[in-house]
């Protein structure tokens, strides 16, 4: 079982940065950032795969302003967000996939450990 707690949200207005962490208990190849907004589906915004080389996937609704990123001893996971907007007003929610997943990406489905969320609220 991987535990994930994430931290870091808050209330920013447009333009600014963020960053969300996320400790995890137990190191799983692929993890990712996800979001969801009142009234809409969880969206994938971020993933990062270990597999030799790193991977790193990004939502088309935030490539170029976010950065996923992990700690030197690969148990905390980063989401830096900058240039935020009024509608990446949403909580934040950690993931993880299981090892035996040889795979990874934005496909929530796949995920099995989840953290608790994060609220994040940008105003204009």
């Known amino acids: 079982q991987v535990q994930l707690v994430e931290s870091g949200g808050g209330s920013v207005q447009a333009g600014g940065s963020l960053r969300l962490s996320c400790v995890v208990s137990a190191f799983t190849n692929c993890m990712g950032w996800f979001r969801q907004a009142p009234g809409k589906e969880r969206e994938g915004v971020a993933a990062?795969?270990?597999?030799?080389?790193?991977?790193?996937y990004y939502g088309k609704s935030v490539k170029g302003r976010f950065t996923i990123s992990q700690g030197n001893a690969k148990n905390t996971l980063y989401l830096q967000m900058n240039s935020l907007k009024p509608e990446d007003t949403a909580m934040y929610f950690c993931a993880a996939r299981p090892s035996e997943d040889d795979t990874c990406g934005l496909d929530r489905a796949r995920y099995v450990y989840w953290g608790q969320g994060t609220q994040v609220a940008v105003s204009s």
């Open positions: 990062v795969w270990t597999r030799g080389s790193i991977y790193r």
